[in-house]
Protein backbone atom coordinates (compact mmCIF):
# COMPACT_ATOMS: atom_id res chain seq x y z
CA UNK A 1 0.00 0.00 0.00
CA UNK A 2 1.40 3.80 -1.24
CA UNK A 3 0.53 5.48 2.28
CA UNK A 4 2.25 1.66 4.60
CA UNK A 5 6.00 3.19 5.51
CA UNK A 6 7.08 -0.35 5.69
CA UNK A 7 5.76 -0.39 1.78
CA UNK A 8 7.25 2.89 0.82
CA UNK A 9 10.49 2.46 2.83
CA UNK A 10 12.50 0.39 -0.04
CA UNK A 11 11.09 2.39 -2.81
CA UNK A 12 12.48 5.73 -1.36
CA UNK A 13 15.67 3.80 -1.19
CA UNK A 14 18.54 3.10 -3.33
CA UNK A 15 19.40 -0.51 -4.39
CA UNK A 16 22.88 0.11 -2.26
CA UNK A 17 21.19 1.93 0.59
CA UNK A 18 22.61 4.80 -0.20
CA UNK A 19 20.31 7.37 -0.54
CA UNK A 20 16.92 7.98 1.43
CA UNK A 21 14.30 9.76 0.13
CA UNK A 22 10.82 11.03 1.40
CA UNK A 23 8.24 11.75 -1.11
CA UNK A 24 4.56 14.16 -1.26
CA UNK A 25 2.83 11.01 -3.34
CA UNK A 26 4.13 7.36 -4.66
CA UNK A 27 2.09 7.49 -8.04
CA UNK A 28 1.46 4.17 -9.61
CA UNK A 29 -0.42 4.69 -13.03
CA UNK A 30 -1.97 2.14 -14.76
CA UNK A 31 -2.00 3.68 -18.30
CA UNK A 32 -0.18 6.19 -20.60
CA UNK A 33 -3.26 8.47 -20.14
CA UNK A 34 -2.88 8.45 -16.14
CA UNK A 35 0.73 9.03 -16.65
CA UNK A 36 0.03 12.06 -18.68
CA UNK A 37 -2.61 13.59 -16.19
CA UNK A 38 0.02 13.01 -13.03
CA UNK A 39 2.63 15.04 -15.21
CA UNK A 40 0.12 17.88 -16.34
CA UNK A 41 -0.79 18.47 -12.91
CA UNK A 42 2.71 18.15 -11.20
CA UNK A 43 3.44 20.59 -14.38
CA UNK A 44 0.89 23.01 -13.25
CA UNK A 45 1.97 23.47 -9.71
CA UNK A 46 5.61 23.08 -10.11
CA UNK A 47 6.10 19.97 -8.58
CA UNK A 48 9.48 17.67 -8.91
CA UNK A 49 8.64 14.19 -10.33
CA UNK A 50 10.96 10.97 -10.11
CA UNK A 51 9.89 8.33 -12.47
CA UNK A 52 10.75 4.87 -11.00
CA UNK A 53 10.69 1.15 -12.36
CA UNK A 54 12.67 -1.79 -10.52
CA UNK A 55 14.84 0.95 -8.20
CA UNK A 56 17.89 -1.35 -9.10
CA UNK A 57 19.78 1.14 -10.28
CA UNK A 58 23.54 1.70 -8.67
CA UNK A 59 23.89 5.60 -8.74
CA UNK A 60 20.73 6.93 -6.73
CA UNK A 61 18.81 7.96 -9.74
CA UNK A 62 15.00 6.83 -8.67
CA UNK A 63 15.16 7.63 -5.22
CA UNK A 64 13.68 11.26 -4.57
CA UNK A 65 15.26 13.79 -2.75
CA UNK A 66 14.69 14.18 1.54
CA UNK A 67 12.22 17.53 1.26
CA UNK A 68 9.23 15.36 1.17
CA UNK A 69 8.26 17.38 -2.03
CA UNK A 70 8.37 15.43 -4.66
CA UNK A 71 6.43 13.02 -6.04
CA UNK A 72 7.42 9.46 -7.46
CA UNK A 73 5.73 7.85 -10.46
CA UNK A 74 6.17 4.11 -10.51
CA UNK A 75 5.79 2.13 -13.73
CA UNK A 76 5.30 -0.95 -11.99
CA UNK A 77 1.52 -1.45 -12.93
CA UNK A 78 1.96 -0.62 -16.60
CA UNK A 79 3.27 -4.13 -17.64
CA UNK A 80 1.63 -5.32 -20.58
CA UNK A 81 3.18 -6.65 -23.27
CA UNK A 82 1.25 -5.11 -25.80
CA UNK A 83 2.85 -7.43 -29.23
CA UNK A 84 4.97 -9.60 -30.54
CA UNK A 85 5.43 -9.02 -34.05
CA UNK A 86 7.77 -12.42 -35.01
CA UNK A 87 7.93 -11.44 -38.25
CA UNK A 88 8.75 -7.94 -38.23
CA UNK A 89 11.54 -8.77 -35.44
CA UNK A 90 9.52 -6.45 -33.23
CA UNK A 91 8.30 -6.71 -29.50
CA UNK A 92 5.95 -3.89 -27.99
CA UNK A 93 5.93 -3.25 -24.54
CA UNK A 94 4.33 -1.36 -21.55
CA UNK A 95 7.63 0.45 -20.00
CA UNK A 96 6.91 -0.92 -16.76
CA UNK A 97 7.29 -4.98 -18.04
CA UNK A 98 10.09 -6.64 -16.00
CA UNK A 99 13.21 -7.41 -18.05
CA UNK A 100 12.59 -11.23 -17.61
CA UNK A 101 9.27 -11.14 -18.75
CA UNK A 102 10.18 -9.73 -22.18
CA UNK A 103 12.47 -12.31 -22.72
CA UNK A 104 10.65 -15.00 -21.85
CA UNK A 105 7.45 -13.37 -24.18
CA UNK A 106 10.33 -13.32 -26.55
CA UNK A 107 11.41 -16.71 -26.31
CA UNK A 108 7.60 -18.33 -26.32
CA UNK A 109 8.37 -16.60 -29.99
CA UNK A 110 11.06 -18.42 -30.89
CA UNK A 111 13.08 -14.76 -30.68
CA UNK A 112 15.50 -13.56 -28.37
CA UNK A 113 15.30 -10.13 -26.82
CA UNK A 114 19.12 -10.10 -25.87
CA UNK A 115 19.22 -7.76 -23.02
CA UNK A 116 20.96 -9.21 -20.05
CA UNK A 117 21.97 -8.59 -16.52
CA UNK A 118 22.17 -9.27 -12.89
CA UNK A 119 19.06 -7.39 -12.09
CA UNK A 120 16.52 -9.27 -14.95
CA UNK A 121 14.24 -10.64 -12.75
CA UNK A 122 12.95 -7.09 -11.60
CA UNK A 123 14.18 -4.12 -13.42
CA UNK A 124 11.67 -2.82 -15.84
CA UNK A 125 11.80 -2.22 -19.23
CA UNK A 126 11.44 1.75 -18.76
CA UNK A 127 14.75 2.06 -16.17
CA UNK A 128 16.72 -0.46 -18.93
CA UNK A 129 16.19 2.31 -21.58
CA UNK A 130 16.47 5.22 -18.83
CA UNK A 131 19.75 4.22 -17.75
CA UNK A 132 21.12 2.72 -21.37
CA UNK A 133 21.57 -0.66 -19.70
CA UNK A 134 24.62 -2.42 -20.66
CA UNK A 135 24.85 -5.85 -19.33
CA UNK A 136 25.90 -9.40 -20.70
CA UNK A 137 25.73 -9.43 -24.14
CA UNK A 138 26.66 -5.98 -25.88
CA UNK A 139 29.50 -7.57 -27.39
CA UNK A 140 27.26 -8.97 -29.68
CA UNK A 141 23.73 -7.06 -29.80
CA UNK A 142 24.92 -3.63 -28.04
CA UNK A 143 23.78 -1.60 -25.68
CA UNK A 144 20.24 -0.80 -25.16
CA UNK A 145 20.05 2.05 -27.45
CA UNK A 146 20.49 -0.36 -30.21
CA UNK A 147 17.94 -2.83 -28.97
CA UNK A 148 15.04 0.20 -29.29
CA UNK A 149 13.27 1.17 -32.30
CA UNK A 150 10.64 3.08 -30.96
CA UNK A 151 9.16 4.98 -27.77
CA UNK A 152 6.33 6.33 -26.20
CA UNK A 153 6.82 8.90 -24.22
CA UNK A 154 4.78 11.82 -21.39
CA UNK A 155 7.10 14.82 -22.09
CA UNK A 156 7.37 17.29 -19.10
CA UNK A 157 4.41 19.31 -19.76
CA UNK A 158 2.19 16.12 -19.85
CA UNK A 159 1.96 15.82 -23.56
CA UNK A 160 1.86 12.42 -25.01
CA UNK A 161 4.75 11.78 -27.46
CA UNK A 162 3.83 8.30 -29.92
CA UNK A 163 6.35 7.27 -31.28
CA UNK A 164 5.90 3.65 -31.22
CA UNK A 165 7.34 3.47 -34.48
CA UNK A 166 8.83 -0.46 -36.40
CA UNK A 167 10.95 0.95 -38.48
CA UNK A 168 14.45 0.13 -38.88
CA UNK A 169 15.23 3.42 -40.93
CA UNK A 170 13.67 6.45 -40.79
CA UNK A 171 15.53 9.47 -41.29
CA UNK A 172 13.01 11.88 -41.08
CA UNK A 173 15.06 14.65 -38.99
CA UNK A 174 16.39 14.24 -35.74
CA UNK A 175 16.47 10.71 -33.68
CA UNK A 176 14.69 12.18 -31.04
CA UNK A 177 14.11 8.69 -28.89
CA UNK A 178 17.57 8.72 -28.14
CA UNK A 179 17.29 11.86 -26.33
CA UNK A 180 15.16 10.05 -23.79
CA UNK A 181 17.63 6.81 -24.07
CA UNK A 182 20.16 7.54 -21.39
CA UNK A 183 18.38 10.09 -19.71
CA UNK A 184 17.69 8.63 -16.24
CA UNK A 185 14.41 10.34 -16.05
CA UNK A 186 15.48 13.70 -16.52
CA UNK A 187 13.29 14.94 -19.50
CA UNK A 188 9.95 12.70 -19.56
CA UNK A 189 8.10 9.66 -18.41
CA UNK A 190 8.90 6.45 -21.32
CA UNK A 191 5.71 4.71 -20.64
CA UNK A 192 6.18 2.51 -23.60
CA UNK A 193 8.75 1.14 -26.17
CA UNK A 194 9.20 -0.82 -29.30
CA UNK A 195 12.22 -3.17 -29.39
CA UNK A 196 13.96 -5.19 -31.83
CA UNK A 197 14.13 -9.21 -31.64
CA UNK A 198 16.48 -11.66 -32.70
CA UNK A 199 16.51 -15.30 -34.19
CA UNK A 200 16.69 -17.26 -31.10
CA UNK A 201 20.07 -18.93 -29.85
CA UNK A 202 20.15 -22.95 -30.43
CA UNK A 203 23.56 -23.48 -29.67
CA UNK A 204 26.25 -22.50 -27.26
CA UNK A 205 29.96 -22.95 -26.43
CA UNK A 206 31.26 -21.37 -23.10
CA UNK A 207 34.71 -21.82 -21.56
CA UNK A 208 36.48 -20.65 -18.69
CA UNK A 209 39.82 -19.60 -18.87
CA UNK A 210 43.08 -18.75 -16.48
CA UNK A 211 45.35 -16.25 -17.47
CA UNK A 212 48.44 -14.59 -15.86
CA UNK A 213 47.45 -11.32 -17.07
CA UNK A 214 45.34 -9.35 -19.24
CA UNK A 215 47.56 -8.77 -22.31
CA UNK A 216 46.48 -12.58 -22.47
CA UNK A 217 43.16 -12.10 -21.97
CA UNK A 218 43.24 -9.13 -24.82
CA UNK A 219 45.08 -11.56 -27.02
CA UNK A 220 42.55 -14.46 -26.40
CA UNK A 221 39.25 -11.27 -27.32
CA UNK A 222 41.29 -11.36 -30.69
CA UNK A 223 41.69 -14.59 -31.38
CA UNK A 224 38.36 -15.34 -30.22
CA UNK A 225 37.00 -13.20 -32.88
CA UNK A 226 39.00 -14.11 -36.08
CA UNK A 227 37.64 -17.47 -35.11
CA UNK A 228 33.95 -17.05 -34.40
CA UNK A 229 33.00 -13.43 -35.46
CA UNK A 230 29.98 -12.24 -34.66
CA UNK A 231 28.85 -15.34 -32.50
CA UNK A 232 31.36 -14.17 -29.60
CA UNK A 233 28.45 -13.44 -26.91
CA UNK A 234 29.90 -13.00 -23.61
CA UNK A 235 33.93 -11.96 -22.69
CA UNK A 236 33.99 -11.48 -19.28
CA UNK A 237 36.89 -10.68 -17.27
CA UNK A 238 37.20 -11.57 -12.99
CA UNK A 239 39.94 -11.04 -10.95
CA UNK A 240 41.53 -13.77 -9.25
CA UNK A 241 39.84 -11.75 -5.84
CA UNK A 242 36.60 -11.24 -7.27
CA UNK A 243 36.83 -15.31 -7.75
CA UNK A 244 38.08 -16.17 -4.62
CA UNK A 245 35.29 -13.51 -2.55
CA UNK A 246 32.78 -15.43 -5.00
CA UNK A 247 33.72 -18.80 -4.07
CA UNK A 248 32.94 -18.35 -0.27
CA UNK A 249 29.49 -17.49 -1.13
CA UNK A 250 28.33 -20.54 -3.57
CA UNK A 251 27.55 -23.34 -1.62
CA UNK A 252 28.67 -26.96 -3.47
CA UNK A 253 31.23 -25.14 -6.05
CA UNK A 254 33.96 -26.96 -7.43
CA UNK A 255 36.47 -24.65 -7.62
CA UNK A 256 37.37 -24.74 -11.60
CA UNK A 257 41.25 -23.99 -11.16
CA UNK A 258 43.66 -24.81 -8.18
CA UNK A 259 45.08 -22.18 -7.12
CA UNK A 260 42.75 -20.30 -8.82
CA UNK A 261 44.52 -17.70 -11.37
CA UNK A 262 45.14 -14.16 -10.98
CA UNK A 263 42.72 -13.63 -13.98
CA UNK A 264 39.85 -15.34 -15.61
CA UNK A 265 37.67 -14.71 -18.75
CA UNK A 266 34.33 -16.57 -19.33
CA UNK A 267 33.75 -16.72 -22.90
CA UNK A 268 30.73 -17.89 -24.69
CA UNK A 269 29.82 -18.50 -28.21
CA UNK A 270 26.02 -18.79 -29.46
CA UNK A 271 24.35 -20.03 -33.07
CA UNK A 272 20.83 -19.69 -33.72
CA UNK A 273 21.72 -22.52 -36.29
CA UNK A 274 20.66 -25.49 -34.30
CA UNK A 275 23.44 -27.82 -36.26
CA UNK A 276 25.96 -25.43 -36.20
CA UNK A 277 28.09 -27.12 -33.59
CA UNK A 278 30.44 -24.14 -31.68
CA UNK A 279 32.20 -26.69 -30.10
CA UNK A 280 35.14 -27.30 -32.90
CA UNK A 281 35.51 -23.68 -33.13
CA UNK A 282 36.24 -22.91 -29.41
CA UNK A 283 38.48 -25.69 -28.97
CA UNK A 284 40.24 -24.56 -32.38
CA UNK A 285 40.51 -20.90 -30.62
CA UNK A 286 41.31 -22.04 -27.47
CA UNK A 287 44.03 -24.21 -28.78
CA UNK A 288 45.27 -21.23 -30.55
CA UNK A 289 45.22 -19.28 -27.37
CA UNK A 290 47.27 -21.29 -25.44
CA UNK A 291 49.79 -22.07 -27.98
CA UNK A 292 49.94 -18.29 -28.33
CA UNK A 293 50.62 -18.00 -24.01
CA UNK A 294 47.23 -16.16 -24.01
CA UNK A 295 45.59 -18.50 -21.27
CA UNK A 296 47.14 -20.72 -19.59
CA UNK A 297 44.50 -23.31 -18.89
CA UNK A 298 40.62 -23.89 -19.98
CA UNK A 299 37.23 -25.11 -18.89
CA UNK A 300 34.91 -26.39 -22.01
CA UNK A 301 31.48 -26.85 -20.14
CA UNK A 302 30.30 -29.85 -22.15
CA UNK A 303 26.61 -29.17 -20.60
CA UNK A 304 24.13 -27.00 -19.92
CA UNK A 305 24.47 -27.77 -16.05
CA UNK A 306 28.30 -27.08 -16.39
CA UNK A 307 27.64 -24.36 -18.73
CA UNK A 308 25.35 -22.72 -15.28
CA UNK A 309 28.02 -23.66 -13.03
CA UNK A 310 30.80 -21.39 -14.89
CA UNK A 311 27.77 -18.70 -15.09
CA UNK A 312 27.52 -19.05 -10.99
CA UNK A 313 30.82 -17.54 -10.33
CA UNK A 314 29.82 -14.59 -12.48
CA UNK A 315 26.61 -13.77 -10.99
CA UNK A 316 27.81 -14.17 -7.86
CA UNK A 317 30.42 -11.72 -7.66
CA UNK A 318 28.56 -8.36 -7.43
CA UNK A 319 26.99 -9.20 -3.92
CA UNK A 320 30.72 -11.18 -2.89
CA UNK A 321 31.68 -7.67 -3.32
CA UNK A 322 29.21 -5.88 -1.73
CA UNK A 323 30.19 -8.20 1.58
CA UNK A 324 33.79 -8.39 1.03
CA UNK A 325 33.53 -3.84 1.85
CA UNK A 326 34.50 -3.34 -1.90
CA UNK A 327 32.17 -0.06 -1.33
CA UNK A 328 33.79 1.84 -3.99
CA UNK A 329 31.70 1.50 -6.86
CA UNK A 330 33.13 1.85 -10.25
CA UNK A 331 31.90 1.73 -13.82
CA UNK A 332 34.25 2.58 -16.34
CA UNK A 333 35.65 2.27 -19.85
CA UNK A 334 38.28 2.99 -21.92
CA UNK A 335 38.91 1.53 -25.51
CA UNK A 336 39.48 -1.87 -24.66
CA UNK A 337 43.09 -2.47 -26.31
CA UNK A 338 44.38 0.22 -23.17
CA UNK A 339 42.83 -1.98 -20.35
CA UNK A 340 45.95 -3.96 -19.99
CA UNK A 341 47.51 -0.87 -19.15
CA UNK A 342 44.89 0.54 -17.53
CA UNK A 343 44.34 -1.49 -14.61
CA UNK A 344 48.72 -1.49 -14.28
CA UNK A 345 47.71 2.23 -13.68
CA UNK A 346 45.02 2.14 -11.57
CA UNK A 347 46.75 -0.83 -9.38
CA UNK A 348 50.15 1.06 -8.83
CA UNK A 349 48.57 5.08 -8.67
CA UNK A 350 45.75 3.83 -5.86
CA UNK A 351 48.28 1.46 -4.00
CA UNK A 352 50.66 4.62 -3.53
CA UNK A 353 47.82 6.73 -2.47
CA UNK A 354 46.67 4.17 -0.28
CA UNK A 355 48.91 1.40 0.79
CA UNK A 356 47.45 -2.14 0.74
CA UNK A 357 44.00 -1.10 -0.89
CA UNK A 358 42.17 -3.81 -2.39
CA UNK A 359 41.58 -3.97 -6.02
CA UNK A 360 38.37 -5.65 -6.81
CA UNK A 361 38.32 -5.49 -10.62
CA UNK A 362 35.88 -7.28 -12.83
CA UNK A 363 33.45 -6.50 -15.46
CA UNK A 364 32.09 -6.91 -19.61
CA UNK A 365 36.15 -6.88 -20.81
CA UNK A 366 34.76 -7.09 -24.49
CA UNK A 367 33.16 -3.71 -24.60
CA UNK A 368 36.30 -2.28 -22.53
CA UNK A 369 34.14 -1.71 -19.42
CA UNK A 370 35.29 -2.56 -15.94
CA UNK A 371 33.67 -2.75 -12.50
CA UNK A 372 36.62 -1.54 -10.64
CA UNK A 373 35.61 -1.56 -6.95
CA UNK A 374 38.46 -1.39 -3.98
CA UNK A 375 38.02 -2.66 -0.89
CA UNK A 376 39.76 -1.50 2.48
CA UNK A 377 43.36 -2.73 2.89
CA UNK A 378 43.68 -5.86 5.42
CA UNK A 379 42.50 -4.49 8.74
CA UNK A 380 41.53 -0.96 7.88
CA UNK A 381 37.63 -0.48 9.25
CA UNK A 382 35.31 0.70 6.69
CA UNK A 383 34.47 4.22 8.66
CA UNK A 384 38.31 4.71 8.17
CA UNK A 385 38.24 3.80 4.60
CA UNK A 386 35.76 5.98 3.66
CA UNK A 387 37.44 9.24 4.71
CA UNK A 388 39.84 7.93 1.64
CA UNK A 389 37.04 7.06 -1.00
CA UNK A 390 37.06 10.80 -2.33
CA UNK A 391 40.45 10.67 -2.56
CA UNK A 392 40.66 7.17 -4.49
CA UNK A 393 37.62 7.88 -6.65
CA UNK A 394 39.00 11.25 -7.91
CA UNK A 395 42.47 9.52 -8.65
CA UNK A 396 40.98 7.23 -10.88
CA UNK A 397 38.52 9.06 -12.73
CA UNK A 398 41.90 10.57 -12.91
CA UNK A 399 43.71 8.04 -14.91
CA UNK A 400 39.78 6.92 -16.50
CA UNK A 401 40.33 10.46 -18.40
CA UNK A 402 43.98 10.22 -19.52
CA UNK A 403 43.00 6.83 -21.26
CA UNK A 404 40.27 8.94 -22.97
CA UNK A 405 37.55 6.62 -21.55
CA UNK A 406 34.17 7.22 -19.40
CA UNK A 407 33.78 7.59 -15.34
CA UNK A 408 30.37 6.46 -16.37
CA UNK A 409 30.12 3.28 -18.94
CA UNK A 410 26.78 1.81 -18.21
CA UNK A 411 25.52 2.74 -14.65
CA UNK A 412 24.77 6.01 -15.39
CA UNK A 413 25.22 9.63 -13.22
CA UNK A 414 22.13 9.56 -11.23
CA UNK A 415 23.00 11.30 -8.19
CA UNK A 416 25.93 9.48 -6.94
CA UNK A 417 28.49 11.29 -9.91
CA UNK A 418 26.70 14.26 -10.67
CA UNK A 419 29.99 16.56 -9.79
CA UNK A 420 31.78 14.77 -12.16
CA UNK A 421 29.81 14.92 -15.07
CA UNK A 422 30.95 18.66 -15.97
CA UNK A 423 34.82 18.10 -15.08
CA UNK A 424 34.48 14.79 -17.26
CA UNK A 425 32.75 16.42 -20.47
CA UNK A 426 34.15 18.38 -22.90
CA UNK A 427 32.97 21.67 -22.08
CA UNK A 428 30.57 22.11 -25.72
CA UNK A 429 29.15 18.63 -24.44
CA UNK A 430 28.17 19.78 -21.29
CA UNK A 431 26.72 23.11 -22.33
CA UNK A 432 24.44 20.72 -25.06
CA UNK A 433 23.39 18.61 -23.04
CA UNK A 434 21.99 21.68 -20.40
CA UNK A 435 20.54 23.18 -23.69
CA UNK A 436 18.76 19.90 -24.20
CA UNK A 437 17.42 20.27 -20.62
CA UNK A 438 16.48 23.37 -20.72
CA UNK A 439 14.17 22.78 -24.24
CA UNK A 440 12.40 19.65 -22.89
CA UNK A 441 12.22 20.14 -19.26
CA UNK A 442 11.59 23.75 -18.93
CA UNK A 443 10.72 24.07 -15.85
CA UNK A 444 12.95 21.88 -14.21
CA UNK A 445 10.62 19.12 -12.46
CA UNK A 446 11.75 15.67 -14.02
CA UNK A 447 14.28 13.97 -11.83
CA UNK A 448 15.99 17.23 -10.53
CA UNK A 449 19.33 16.37 -9.07
CA UNK A 450 19.98 13.55 -10.96
CA UNK A 451 22.52 13.80 -14.17
CA UNK A 452 23.05 17.80 -13.74
CA UNK A 453 23.58 18.82 -9.95
CA UNK A 454 20.55 20.16 -7.66
CA UNK A 455 20.01 23.91 -7.93
P1 LIG B 1 15.35 2.23 -11.78
O1 LIG B 1 16.47 1.91 -10.89
O2 LIG B 1 13.99 2.24 -11.20
O3 LIG B 1 15.61 3.67 -12.47
C1 LIG B 1 16.81 3.98 -13.08
C2 LIG B 1 16.73 5.36 -13.73
O4 LIG B 1 15.78 5.35 -14.78
C3 LIG B 1 16.26 6.46 -12.79
O5 LIG B 1 16.85 7.68 -13.18
C4 LIG B 1 14.76 6.56 -13.04
O6 LIG B 1 14.24 7.84 -12.74
C5 LIG B 1 14.72 6.26 -14.53
N1 LIG B 1 13.49 5.61 -14.98
C6 LIG B 1 13.00 4.40 -14.58
N2 LIG B 1 11.90 4.11 -15.28
C7 LIG B 1 11.68 5.16 -16.11
C8 LIG B 1 10.68 5.46 -17.08
N3 LIG B 1 9.68 4.62 -17.33
N4 LIG B 1 10.76 6.65 -17.75
C9 LIG B 1 11.79 7.51 -17.51
N5 LIG B 1 12.74 7.27 -16.60
C10 LIG B 1 12.70 6.10 -15.92
N6 LIG B 1 23.29 -2.23 -15.26
C11 LIG B 1 23.91 -2.41 -16.44
O7 LIG B 1 23.90 -1.51 -17.28
N7 LIG B 1 24.58 -3.59 -16.71
C12 LIG B 1 24.63 -4.61 -15.84
O8 LIG B 1 25.24 -5.64 -16.10
C13 LIG B 1 23.95 -4.45 -14.59
N8 LIG B 1 23.94 -5.46 -13.70
C14 LIG B 1 23.31 -5.28 -12.51
C15 LIG B 1 23.29 -6.34 -11.62
C16 LIG B 1 22.66 -6.21 -10.39
C17 LIG B 1 22.66 -7.36 -9.44
C18 LIG B 1 22.00 -4.98 -10.06
C19 LIG B 1 21.28 -4.80 -8.76
C20 LIG B 1 22.00 -3.92 -10.96
C21 LIG B 1 22.64 -4.06 -12.20
N9 LIG B 1 22.67 -3.03 -13.14
C22 LIG B 1 23.30 -3.21 -14.34
C23 LIG B 1 22.04 -1.74 -12.84
C24 LIG B 1 20.50 -1.68 -13.10
O9 LIG B 1 19.91 -2.92 -12.96
C25 LIG B 1 20.19 -1.16 -14.46
O10 LIG B 1 20.67 0.14 -14.55
C26 LIG B 1 18.68 -1.18 -14.83
O11 LIG B 1 18.64 -0.85 -16.20
C27 LIG B 1 17.79 -0.22 -14.06
O12 LIG B 1 16.42 -0.56 -14.30
P2 LIG B 1 15.29 -0.28 -13.19
O13 LIG B 1 13.98 -0.63 -13.75
O14 LIG B 1 15.65 -0.90 -11.91
O15 LIG B 1 15.40 1.33 -13.09
C1 LIG C 1 27.51 -6.21 -13.40
C2 LIG C 1 26.80 -4.98 -12.90
C3 LIG C 1 27.22 -4.59 -11.56
O1 LIG C 1 28.21 -6.14 -14.39
O2 LIG C 1 26.87 -3.94 -13.82
O3 LIG C 1 27.37 -7.26 -12.75
ZN1 LIG D 1 28.22 -4.38 -15.48
Known amino acids: MPSDPDWLAPRLTDSLGRYTGACLAFCEPATTEEVSQIVRLCSEHGIAIVPQGGNTNRVGAATPDASGDQVVISLRRMNRIRSVDASDFTISVDAGCVLADIQNAAEEADRLFPLSLGAEGSCMIGGNIATNAGGLNVIQYGNTRALVLGLEVVLADGTVWDGMRRLVKDNRGYDLKQMFIGSEGTLGVITGAVLRLFPAPKVHATALCSLDDLDGALKLLSIARNHAASSVCGFEVMSGITLATAEELIPDIRRPFDPLPDWTVLLELSDPRADHDLGPTMEALLAEALEDGAITDAILATSEAQRANLWRYREAIVAAGVQRGAVVRHDVSVPVSEIPDFVRACDSELDELLPG ?99
Open 357 to 455: VVPYVMGHMGDGNLHYHMAPPDGMSQEEFAGHVPALDARLYDITARFNGSFSAEHGVGQAKTGQLETYLPGPQYAMAQAIKKALDPKGLMNPGKVFPAT
